[in-house]
Protein backbone atom coordinates (compact mmCIF):
# COMPACT_ATOMS: atom_id res chain seq x y z
CA UNK A 1 0.00 0.00 0.00
CA UNK A 2 2.42 2.21 1.05
CA UNK A 3 4.19 1.59 -2.61
CA UNK A 4 0.56 2.93 -4.39
CA UNK A 5 0.93 5.58 -2.14
CA UNK A 6 4.21 6.65 -2.96
CA UNK A 7 3.00 5.88 -7.02
CA UNK A 8 0.22 8.17 -6.18
CA UNK A 9 1.82 10.84 -4.38
CA UNK A 10 4.13 11.12 -7.49
CA UNK A 11 1.32 11.25 -9.84
CA UNK A 12 -0.73 13.53 -8.30
CA UNK A 13 2.03 16.28 -8.85
CA UNK A 14 0.94 16.86 -12.12
CA UNK A 15 -2.68 15.58 -12.53
CA UNK A 16 -4.97 12.72 -10.63
CA UNK A 17 -4.24 9.21 -11.92
CA UNK A 18 -7.05 7.18 -13.43
CA UNK A 19 -6.49 3.66 -12.08
CA UNK A 20 -8.43 2.13 -14.78
CA UNK A 21 -6.86 3.85 -17.73
CA UNK A 22 -5.60 1.74 -20.28
CA UNK A 23 -1.76 1.80 -20.56
CA UNK A 24 -1.02 3.01 -24.41
CA UNK A 25 2.57 3.46 -25.19
CA UNK A 26 5.09 3.16 -28.46
CA UNK A 27 8.53 1.63 -27.09
CA UNK A 28 9.85 4.57 -27.69
CA UNK A 29 8.06 6.79 -25.41
CA UNK A 30 7.27 4.39 -23.03
CA UNK A 31 4.89 4.66 -20.02
CA UNK A 32 6.86 3.78 -17.55
CA UNK A 33 10.38 3.51 -15.98
CA UNK A 34 11.82 2.41 -13.26
CA UNK A 35 14.62 4.19 -11.95
CA UNK A 36 16.64 4.39 -9.43
CA UNK A 37 16.47 7.98 -8.38
CA UNK A 38 14.14 9.06 -6.14
CA UNK A 39 13.87 12.89 -6.49
CA UNK A 40 12.24 14.70 -3.81
CA UNK A 41 8.85 12.87 -3.34
CA UNK A 42 9.93 9.90 -1.51
CA UNK A 43 12.38 11.75 0.99
CA UNK A 44 10.01 10.74 3.80
CA UNK A 45 11.20 9.14 6.80
CA UNK A 46 8.50 6.14 6.43
CA UNK A 47 9.40 5.55 2.85
CA UNK A 48 11.36 2.05 2.34
CA UNK A 49 11.58 2.46 -1.53
CA UNK A 50 14.00 4.97 -1.35
CA UNK A 51 16.30 5.20 -4.46
CA UNK A 52 14.24 2.71 -6.02
CA UNK A 53 10.54 4.94 -6.69
CA UNK A 54 9.42 4.30 -10.02
CA UNK A 55 8.39 6.97 -12.34
CA UNK A 56 5.66 7.24 -14.47
CA UNK A 57 5.68 9.85 -17.19
CA UNK A 58 3.81 10.58 -20.26
CA UNK A 59 0.65 8.43 -19.95
CA UNK A 60 0.17 9.40 -16.57
CA UNK A 61 0.66 13.11 -17.11
CA UNK A 62 3.59 13.74 -14.94
CA UNK A 63 5.81 16.98 -15.90
CA UNK A 64 8.58 15.80 -14.73
CA UNK A 65 9.65 13.22 -17.22
CA UNK A 66 12.81 10.76 -16.45
CA UNK A 67 14.90 9.33 -18.50
CA UNK A 68 13.77 6.18 -20.07
CA UNK A 69 16.67 3.78 -18.90
CA UNK A 70 16.87 0.79 -16.95
CA UNK A 71 13.56 -0.22 -18.24
CA UNK A 72 13.06 -3.79 -18.49
CA UNK A 73 9.57 -4.47 -18.96
CA UNK A 74 7.16 -3.62 -21.83
CA UNK A 75 3.93 -4.55 -20.65
CA UNK A 76 1.19 -5.25 -22.94
CA UNK A 77 -1.03 -2.82 -24.61
CA UNK A 78 -3.97 -2.34 -23.18
CA UNK A 79 -2.82 -3.19 -19.72
CA UNK A 80 -4.79 -1.12 -16.93
CA UNK A 81 -3.21 0.93 -14.91
CA UNK A 82 -3.85 -0.87 -11.95
CA UNK A 83 -2.19 -4.63 -13.00
CA UNK A 84 1.11 -1.97 -14.32
CA UNK A 85 1.18 -0.63 -10.56
CA UNK A 86 1.29 -4.65 -9.38
CA UNK A 87 3.94 -5.49 -11.83
CA UNK A 88 6.12 -2.57 -10.81
CA UNK A 89 5.44 -3.27 -7.08
CA UNK A 90 7.28 -6.68 -7.77
CA UNK A 91 9.67 -4.94 -9.51
CA UNK A 92 10.63 -2.27 -7.78
CA UNK A 93 11.71 -5.15 -5.17
CA UNK A 94 14.09 -7.07 -7.51
CA UNK A 95 15.55 -3.82 -8.51
CA UNK A 96 16.17 -3.30 -4.58
CA UNK A 97 17.93 -6.19 -4.47
CA UNK A 98 19.71 -5.41 -7.78
CA UNK A 99 21.06 -2.31 -6.94
CA UNK A 100 22.63 -3.52 -3.49
CA UNK A 101 23.95 -6.50 -5.76
CA UNK A 102 25.37 -3.84 -8.37
CA UNK A 103 26.91 -1.34 -5.70
CA UNK A 104 28.46 -4.03 -3.83
CA UNK A 105 30.31 -5.70 -7.95
CA UNK A 106 30.51 -1.56 -8.81
CA UNK A 107 33.83 -1.37 -7.81
CA UNK A 108 34.77 -5.15 -8.10
CA UNK A 109 35.75 -6.48 -11.12
CA UNK A 110 33.84 -9.26 -12.91
CA UNK A 111 36.64 -11.59 -14.34
CA UNK A 112 35.86 -10.88 -17.61
CA UNK A 113 37.16 -7.00 -17.59
CA UNK A 114 40.02 -8.15 -15.15
CA UNK A 115 41.13 -10.42 -18.09
CA UNK A 116 40.57 -8.09 -20.57
CA UNK A 117 42.09 -5.00 -18.89
CA UNK A 118 45.02 -7.46 -18.09
CA UNK A 119 45.57 -7.62 -21.57
CA UNK A 120 45.18 -4.39 -22.56
CA UNK A 121 47.14 -3.10 -19.56
CA UNK A 122 50.33 -4.66 -20.95
CA UNK A 123 49.87 -3.46 -24.71
CA UNK A 124 49.52 0.22 -23.04
CA UNK A 125 53.14 -0.44 -21.40
CA UNK A 126 54.47 -1.06 -24.18
CA UNK A 127 52.77 1.84 -26.02
CA UNK A 128 53.69 4.26 -23.58
CA UNK A 129 57.39 2.71 -24.37
CA UNK A 130 57.26 3.64 -27.58
CA UNK A 131 54.73 7.05 -27.56
CA UNK A 132 54.26 7.14 -31.15
CA UNK A 133 52.88 9.97 -32.26
CA UNK A 134 49.44 8.68 -34.07
CA UNK A 135 46.74 12.27 -33.53
CA UNK A 136 48.13 15.59 -33.98
CA UNK A 137 45.65 18.48 -33.18
CA UNK A 138 46.09 21.55 -34.79
CA UNK A 139 44.10 24.49 -32.69
CA UNK A 140 44.01 27.09 -35.95
CA UNK A 141 41.94 29.90 -35.05
CA UNK A 142 40.42 30.73 -31.22
CA UNK A 143 37.29 32.81 -33.48
CA UNK A 144 34.29 31.23 -33.48
CA UNK A 145 30.55 32.10 -34.71
CA UNK A 146 28.50 30.26 -31.85
CA UNK A 147 28.54 31.20 -28.13
CA UNK A 148 28.46 27.62 -26.95
CA UNK A 149 26.96 27.72 -22.68
CA UNK A 150 29.61 25.52 -21.76
CA UNK A 151 32.67 26.77 -23.70
CA UNK A 152 35.80 26.24 -21.54
CA UNK A 153 38.26 27.48 -24.13
CA UNK A 154 39.19 31.32 -24.78
CA UNK A 155 36.96 31.24 -27.96
CA UNK A 156 35.47 34.72 -28.30
CA UNK A 157 33.56 36.19 -31.41
CA UNK A 158 36.49 38.42 -32.18
CA UNK A 159 39.09 36.79 -30.68
CA UNK A 160 41.92 39.20 -29.86
CA UNK A 161 44.61 36.56 -31.09
CA UNK A 162 45.25 36.31 -34.89
CA UNK A 163 45.34 32.95 -36.54
CA UNK A 164 48.44 31.10 -36.23
CA UNK A 165 49.86 31.67 -40.20
CA UNK A 166 49.33 28.41 -42.20
CA UNK A 167 53.38 28.20 -42.36
CA UNK A 168 54.14 27.80 -38.86
CA UNK A 169 51.94 24.65 -38.90
CA UNK A 170 53.82 23.38 -41.62
CA UNK A 171 57.08 23.98 -40.01
CA UNK A 172 55.55 21.25 -37.53
CA UNK A 173 54.65 18.95 -39.61
CA UNK A 174 58.16 18.79 -41.27
CA UNK A 175 59.43 18.25 -38.16
CA UNK A 176 56.56 15.34 -37.65
CA UNK A 177 57.77 14.04 -41.26
CA UNK A 178 62.14 14.05 -40.11
CA UNK A 179 60.83 11.52 -37.84
CA UNK A 180 57.60 9.72 -37.90
CA UNK A 181 55.64 8.06 -41.10
CA UNK A 182 53.29 11.07 -42.08
CA UNK A 183 50.74 8.44 -43.11
CA UNK A 184 50.36 6.99 -39.77
CA UNK A 185 50.20 10.37 -38.00
CA UNK A 186 46.92 11.89 -38.50
CA UNK A 187 46.41 15.55 -38.13
CA UNK A 188 42.59 16.73 -37.08
CA UNK A 189 41.93 20.85 -36.80
CA UNK A 190 40.24 22.20 -34.77
CA UNK A 191 39.22 25.63 -33.06
CA UNK A 192 37.26 27.82 -32.13
CA UNK A 193 35.40 27.13 -35.44
CA UNK A 194 38.10 25.70 -38.25
CA UNK A 195 35.75 27.01 -41.18
CA UNK A 196 36.33 30.80 -40.24
CA UNK A 197 39.44 30.51 -41.94
CA UNK A 198 39.43 31.20 -45.36
CA UNK A 199 42.75 29.22 -46.16
CA UNK A 200 41.70 26.25 -44.86
CA UNK A 201 41.63 24.41 -48.58
CA UNK A 202 45.56 25.92 -48.55
CA UNK A 203 45.98 24.17 -45.47
CA UNK A 204 44.37 21.02 -46.22
CA UNK A 205 46.10 20.67 -49.62
CA UNK A 206 49.93 20.95 -48.16
CA UNK A 207 48.78 18.14 -45.25
CA UNK A 208 47.70 15.85 -48.05
CA UNK A 209 50.60 16.35 -50.42
CA UNK A 210 52.98 15.80 -47.07
CA UNK A 211 51.49 12.53 -47.03
CA UNK A 212 48.77 13.11 -43.60
CA UNK A 213 46.03 12.10 -43.66
CA UNK A 214 43.97 15.02 -42.13
CA UNK A 215 40.29 15.70 -40.73
CA UNK A 216 38.23 18.28 -38.52
CA UNK A 217 36.28 19.21 -35.84
CA UNK A 218 33.58 21.64 -36.67
CA UNK A 219 30.24 23.40 -35.86
CA UNK A 220 28.74 23.09 -39.71
CA UNK A 221 27.49 26.16 -39.59
CA UNK A 222 29.58 27.68 -42.81
CA UNK A 223 29.91 23.82 -44.41
CA UNK A 224 27.87 24.46 -47.52
CA UNK A 225 28.20 21.54 -49.90
CA UNK A 226 30.23 23.92 -52.01
CA UNK A 227 32.73 24.58 -49.25
CA UNK A 228 32.35 20.55 -48.42
CA UNK A 229 33.37 19.98 -52.12
CA UNK A 230 36.92 22.19 -51.67
CA UNK A 231 37.76 20.58 -48.63
CA UNK A 232 37.57 16.91 -50.60
CA UNK A 233 39.12 18.23 -53.20
CA UNK A 234 41.96 18.99 -50.84
CA UNK A 235 42.09 15.60 -49.24
CA UNK A 236 39.66 15.80 -46.53
CA UNK A 237 39.71 12.67 -44.58
CA UNK A 238 37.53 12.54 -41.80
CA UNK A 239 34.90 14.93 -39.74
CA UNK A 240 33.11 15.64 -37.05
CA UNK A 241 30.21 17.80 -36.29
CA UNK A 242 28.54 18.65 -33.02
CA UNK A 243 25.01 18.74 -32.48
CA UNK A 244 23.95 18.57 -28.87
CA UNK A 245 20.16 17.33 -29.31
CA UNK A 246 16.91 18.34 -31.38
CA UNK A 247 16.38 21.69 -32.38
CA UNK A 248 15.56 23.80 -29.35
CA UNK A 249 17.88 21.99 -27.14
CA UNK A 250 21.00 22.42 -29.46
CA UNK A 251 20.21 25.99 -30.37
CA UNK A 252 20.15 26.61 -26.49
CA UNK A 253 23.62 24.97 -26.06
CA UNK A 254 25.24 26.66 -28.69
CA UNK A 255 23.70 30.21 -28.17
CA UNK A 256 22.78 30.67 -31.79
CA UNK A 257 19.16 29.89 -33.37
CA UNK A 258 20.24 28.63 -36.72
CA UNK A 259 22.53 25.94 -35.70
CA UNK A 260 20.50 23.42 -34.96
CA UNK A 261 19.09 23.60 -39.12
CA UNK A 262 22.84 24.27 -40.52
CA UNK A 263 24.22 21.39 -38.59
CA UNK A 264 21.61 19.17 -40.10
CA UNK A 265 22.08 20.29 -42.92
CA UNK A 266 25.89 20.11 -43.06
CA UNK A 267 25.32 16.19 -41.74
CA UNK A 268 22.95 15.18 -45.11
CA UNK A 269 25.99 16.65 -47.09
CA UNK A 270 28.53 14.53 -45.66
CA UNK A 271 26.79 11.49 -45.25
CA UNK A 272 26.23 11.25 -49.41
CA UNK A 273 29.58 10.93 -49.50
CA UNK A 274 30.45 7.62 -47.45
CA UNK A 275 34.40 7.76 -48.02
CA UNK A 276 34.24 10.45 -45.51
CA UNK A 277 35.17 8.63 -42.09
CA UNK A 278 32.34 11.04 -40.13
CA UNK A 279 31.19 11.11 -36.94
CA UNK A 280 28.89 13.19 -34.76
CA UNK A 281 29.40 14.31 -31.25
CA UNK A 282 26.77 15.08 -28.32
CA UNK A 283 27.17 16.46 -25.46
CA UNK A 284 25.05 15.49 -22.87
CA UNK A 285 23.10 17.87 -20.41
CA UNK A 286 20.21 17.75 -18.45
CA UNK A 287 18.36 20.02 -20.99
CA UNK A 288 18.67 17.09 -23.70
CA UNK A 289 19.44 13.91 -21.60
CA UNK A 290 15.72 12.65 -21.95
CA UNK A 291 15.70 13.12 -25.70
CA UNK A 292 18.39 10.62 -25.99
CA UNK A 293 16.18 7.99 -27.58
CA UNK A 294 15.07 10.94 -30.18
CA UNK A 295 18.37 11.91 -30.89
CA UNK A 296 19.48 8.61 -31.62
CA UNK A 297 16.30 7.96 -33.82
CA UNK A 298 17.03 11.62 -35.42
CA UNK A 299 20.35 10.12 -36.49
CA UNK A 300 19.40 6.86 -37.56
CA UNK A 301 16.68 8.38 -39.96
CA UNK A 302 19.49 10.20 -41.37
CA UNK A 303 21.54 7.77 -41.63
CA UNK A 304 24.73 8.16 -39.77
CA UNK A 305 27.00 5.41 -38.50
CA UNK A 306 28.85 6.88 -35.54
CA UNK A 307 27.68 8.61 -33.01
CA UNK A 308 29.77 9.76 -30.26
CA UNK A 309 28.77 10.84 -26.64
CA UNK A 310 30.56 12.95 -23.90
CA UNK A 311 29.48 14.28 -20.61
CA UNK A 312 30.88 18.09 -19.78
CA UNK A 313 33.37 17.88 -17.21
CA UNK A 314 32.95 20.08 -13.74
CA UNK A 315 35.67 22.56 -14.00
CA UNK A 316 35.06 26.92 -14.62
CA UNK A 317 32.03 27.90 -15.51
CA UNK A 318 30.29 24.56 -16.62
CA UNK A 319 31.14 23.16 -13.25
CA UNK A 320 28.16 25.60 -11.72
CA UNK A 321 25.77 25.19 -14.41
CA UNK A 322 22.93 22.67 -12.70
CA UNK A 323 21.69 22.86 -16.66
CA UNK A 324 25.25 21.19 -17.71
CA UNK A 325 25.69 18.68 -15.19
CA UNK A 326 24.19 15.14 -15.08
CA UNK A 327 23.36 13.66 -11.66
CA UNK A 328 25.63 10.26 -10.85
CA UNK A 329 22.41 8.23 -11.48
CA UNK A 330 21.97 9.94 -14.77
CA UNK A 331 25.57 9.41 -15.61
CA UNK A 332 24.87 5.14 -15.20
CA UNK A 333 21.94 5.65 -17.32
CA UNK A 334 23.93 7.14 -20.11
CA UNK A 335 26.28 4.26 -20.02
CA UNK A 336 23.65 2.06 -19.73
CA UNK A 337 21.78 3.96 -22.93
CA UNK A 338 25.16 3.96 -24.88
CA UNK A 339 25.70 -0.23 -24.10
CA UNK A 340 21.89 -0.73 -25.31
CA UNK A 341 22.51 1.15 -28.25
CA UNK A 342 25.83 -0.80 -28.87
CA UNK A 343 23.98 -4.13 -28.32
CA UNK A 344 21.03 -2.85 -30.83
CA UNK A 345 24.02 -2.10 -33.89
CA UNK A 346 21.52 0.31 -35.50
CA UNK A 347 24.26 3.05 -35.09
CA UNK A 348 27.44 2.71 -33.60
CA UNK A 349 27.79 4.84 -30.29
CA UNK A 350 30.22 5.23 -27.95
CA UNK A 351 31.27 7.56 -25.00
CA UNK A 352 34.56 9.95 -25.15
CA UNK A 353 37.85 9.14 -24.52
CA UNK A 354 37.60 10.31 -20.84
CA UNK A 355 37.11 8.00 -17.76
CA UNK A 356 37.58 4.46 -16.17
CA UNK A 357 34.72 2.91 -16.01
CA UNK A 358 35.27 -0.29 -14.38
CA UNK A 359 32.63 -3.10 -15.19
CA UNK A 360 31.43 -1.04 -18.36
CA UNK A 361 35.09 -1.05 -19.67
CA UNK A 362 34.72 -2.70 -23.38
CA UNK A 363 31.01 -2.09 -23.41
CA UNK A 364 30.88 1.74 -23.81
CA UNK A 365 33.46 2.25 -26.70
CA UNK A 366 35.75 0.16 -28.73
CA UNK A 367 39.03 0.67 -26.68
CA UNK A 368 39.80 0.10 -22.78
CA UNK A 369 40.33 3.29 -21.11
CA UNK A 370 43.71 5.44 -20.94
CA UNK A 371 44.26 8.14 -21.29
CA UNK A 372 46.61 9.14 -24.63
CA UNK A 373 47.48 12.85 -24.06
CA UNK A 374 51.59 13.06 -24.67
CA UNK A 375 51.51 9.01 -25.52
CA UNK A 376 49.97 8.80 -29.44
CA UNK A 377 47.99 11.77 -28.97
CA UNK A 378 49.90 15.67 -29.08
CA UNK A 379 48.47 19.15 -30.26
CA UNK A 380 49.73 22.79 -31.44
CA UNK A 381 47.79 25.20 -29.57
CA UNK A 382 47.05 28.71 -31.33
CA UNK A 383 49.62 30.22 -29.57
CA UNK A 384 51.96 27.84 -30.72
CA UNK A 385 52.09 25.54 -27.36
CA UNK A 386 52.78 21.91 -27.84
CA UNK A 387 50.35 20.43 -25.79
CA UNK A 388 49.11 16.72 -25.55
CA UNK A 389 45.78 17.63 -25.95
CA UNK A 390 43.33 20.54 -25.63
CA UNK A 391 41.84 19.44 -22.90
CA UNK A 392 44.33 19.82 -20.32
CA UNK A 393 45.40 22.73 -18.65
CA UNK A 394 48.32 24.95 -19.44
CA UNK A 395 50.41 24.05 -16.35
CA UNK A 396 50.93 20.68 -18.53
CA UNK A 397 52.42 22.73 -22.14
CA UNK A 398 55.55 21.10 -22.96
CA UNK A 399 57.14 23.88 -25.01
CA UNK A 400 56.08 26.22 -28.20
CA UNK A 401 56.86 25.91 -31.46
CA UNK A 402 58.38 29.42 -31.84
CA UNK A 403 61.15 28.22 -29.29
CA UNK A 404 61.37 24.36 -29.77
CA UNK A 405 61.62 21.81 -32.67
CA UNK A 406 58.26 19.88 -31.91
CA UNK A 407 59.53 16.95 -32.16
CA UNK A 408 62.53 17.23 -30.31
CA UNK A 409 59.56 18.36 -27.76
CA UNK A 410 57.98 14.79 -28.27
CA UNK A 411 60.53 12.68 -28.00
CA UNK A 412 62.62 14.02 -25.18
CA UNK A 413 60.07 15.72 -22.34
CA UNK A 414 56.07 14.79 -21.98
CA UNK A 415 57.32 13.28 -18.96
CA UNK A 416 54.21 13.80 -16.86
CA UNK A 417 51.94 12.19 -19.08
CA UNK A 418 54.59 8.80 -19.80
CA UNK A 419 54.61 8.37 -16.03
CA UNK A 420 51.66 9.58 -14.11
CA UNK A 421 52.93 8.28 -10.86
CA UNK A 422 52.51 11.33 -9.60
CA UNK A 423 48.68 11.31 -10.01
CA UNK A 424 48.78 8.53 -7.09
CA UNK A 425 47.62 10.50 -4.33
CA UNK A 426 44.46 11.09 -2.35
CA UNK A 427 41.63 8.63 -3.44
CA UNK A 428 44.34 7.23 -5.99
CA UNK A 429 46.66 6.58 -3.75
CA UNK A 430 45.41 3.30 -2.90
CA UNK A 431 42.51 2.27 -5.21
CA UNK A 432 42.50 -1.01 -6.09
CA UNK A 433 41.49 0.10 -9.78
CA UNK A 434 44.89 2.23 -10.21
CA UNK A 435 46.65 -0.43 -12.66
CA UNK A 436 44.37 0.27 -15.11
CA UNK A 437 42.97 3.66 -14.37
CA UNK A 438 46.36 4.98 -13.55
CA UNK A 439 44.32 8.33 -12.06
CA UNK A 440 41.41 8.79 -14.63
CA UNK A 441 42.03 11.82 -17.63
CA UNK A 442 44.77 14.21 -17.60
CA UNK A 443 42.52 16.70 -17.77
CA UNK A 444 40.67 16.06 -14.70
CA UNK A 445 43.65 16.86 -12.54
CA UNK A 446 43.74 20.65 -11.07
CA UNK A 447 46.24 23.21 -10.85
CA UNK A 448 47.93 20.94 -7.78
CA UNK A 449 47.18 18.01 -9.65
CA UNK A 450 44.53 16.69 -7.34
CA UNK A 451 41.93 14.79 -9.08
CA UNK A 452 38.36 16.26 -9.75
CA UNK A 453 36.68 13.81 -10.93
CA UNK A 454 36.80 9.84 -10.23
CA UNK A 455 34.02 8.19 -12.74
CA UNK A 456 34.26 5.09 -11.06
CA UNK A 457 33.17 6.30 -7.56
CA UNK A 458 30.15 8.72 -9.90
CA UNK A 459 29.26 5.31 -11.07
CA UNK A 460 28.52 4.01 -7.53
CA UNK A 461 26.74 6.99 -6.00
CA UNK A 462 22.95 7.64 -6.03
CA UNK A 463 22.66 11.10 -6.48
S1 LIG B 1 43.26 14.33 -21.41
FE1 LIG B 1 41.11 13.72 -21.50
S2 LIG B 1 40.40 14.37 -23.52
FE2 LIG B 1 42.66 14.35 -23.55
S3 LIG B 1 43.24 12.32 -24.32
FE3 LIG B 1 43.19 12.19 -22.08
S4 LIG B 1 41.12 11.47 -21.61
FE4 LIG B 1 41.06 12.22 -23.70
S1 LIG C 1 40.49 7.97 -10.64
FE1 LIG C 1 41.83 7.24 -9.00
S2 LIG C 1 40.40 6.61 -7.42
FE2 LIG C 1 39.21 6.70 -9.30
S3 LIG C 1 39.29 4.65 -10.19
FE3 LIG C 1 40.96 5.82 -11.07
S4 LIG C 1 42.74 5.35 -9.78
FE4 LIG C 1 40.91 4.78 -8.65
Redesign the pocket.
Known amino acids: MRFLYVLRRLCSMDRAVDLNRSVTYDKKYTAVQVGSHCGSFCDGPQCKYRHTAVHFFEELGCQNRPFVQDLFHFPAQGTTTKSLLKILQYQCFCITLRQIQDDMNAQRLDIRHRVALELAHHLQKSINREHPLRQLFWECTLRCNVHCRHCGSDCKQLAGMKDMPREDFLRVLDSVASKCDPHKVFVIITGGEPLLRDDLEIVGREIYDRGFPWGMVTNGLLLTPERFDALRHAGLHSLTISLDGLEADHNWLRGHKESFQRASRAIDTILQHPQIAFDVVTCVNQRNFSHLTEIRDFLIGKGLKNWRLFTIFPVGRAANDPELQLSNVQFRQLLNFIKQTRKESRIHAAF ?4 YFGNYEGDVRDQF ?1 H ?3 GIT ?1 GSVMADGAIA ?5 RADYHQGNIYEDDFMEVWENRYLPHRNRLWMKKGDCADCKHWRYCQG ?5 RDQDGNLILCHLKRLTEHH
Request: proline fraction near 0%.
Open positions: GCEGFCQAVACASINAMHL
